[in-house]
């Protein structure tokens, strides 16, 4: 059986994969991005003695390896080996990714602070206090309690496609950390999340 990882492990996995996708947001390399987030992946369920011996995590090595030889000029069967899909209809690249990334994780830590037992208004005053101790803007305003309540609110709505994209990303992980949901842990995940955005601040 599975141990239940360590906040700290979960946390640094956490890190890891909210700076894949700052290295996107910045312009960097999608695939060179997903590398670094399958990497943290891969290393995560490896760090579990129990999964490694029972050759849990063998698919995403074998994916890892394809995105390399990818990113290396090579065209694996793995990934070039079938029907390609694609999304019809749309052209252009999106905009405000970022911005729309930001308020999802937002999200994210406030349903954290929720979840230990804090009502809503409560849970984003928590969350006004953490960006405003990281210094974390949107659009060179402060983020309020009340603005954080209603873009929670609009989750599956009228959220931006990146918004709701970054909770689910955020909820998966969480599902399959398993952590404990207690103040304490809530707290620090919420705290890492908005710690880990706090880049963001100087180009929202």
């Known amino acids: ?35 670094l987030a399958l990497q943290a992946v891969s290393q995560f369920v490896g760090e579990d003695p129990n999964l490694r011996l029972n050759g849990v995590g063998i698919s995403l090595k074998r994916l890892l390896g ?23 209809g749309k052209t252009g690249r999106p905009t405000n990714v970022t911005r729309d990334q930001l308020r999802g994780y937002i999200v994210c830590a406030m349903n954290e602070m929720k979840a230990s037992g804090m009502r809503n208004l409560d849970a984003a005053k928590a969350v006004e206090g953490m960006l405003t101790k990281h210094g974390v803007r949107f659009g060179g305003k402060q983020i309020k309690a009340t603005q954080i309540i209603q873009w929670r609110e609009q989750r599956g709505d009228t959220s931006p496609v990146a918004t709701d994209e970054a909770i689910l990303r955020f909820e998966a992980l969480r599902a399959s950390a398993q952590l404990p949901v207690n103040p304490q842990n809530a707290r620090k995940v919420a705290e890492a999340l908005i710690k880990g955005v706090s880049w963001w601040s100087n180009s929202n």
Do not use: N
């Open 66 to 88: 394809a995105l390399h030889d990818t990113a290396g000029g090579a065209k694996p069967a793995m990934l070039f080996g079938g029907a390609v899909f694609t999304e019809s």
């Open 1 to 35: 059986m599975s141990r239940r990882p360590s906040t700290e492990r979960y946390l640094k996995l956490v890190s890891e994969l909210i700076a894949a996708d700052r290295a996107i947001s910045e312009g960097g390399s999608e695939l060179a991005s997903a590398i």
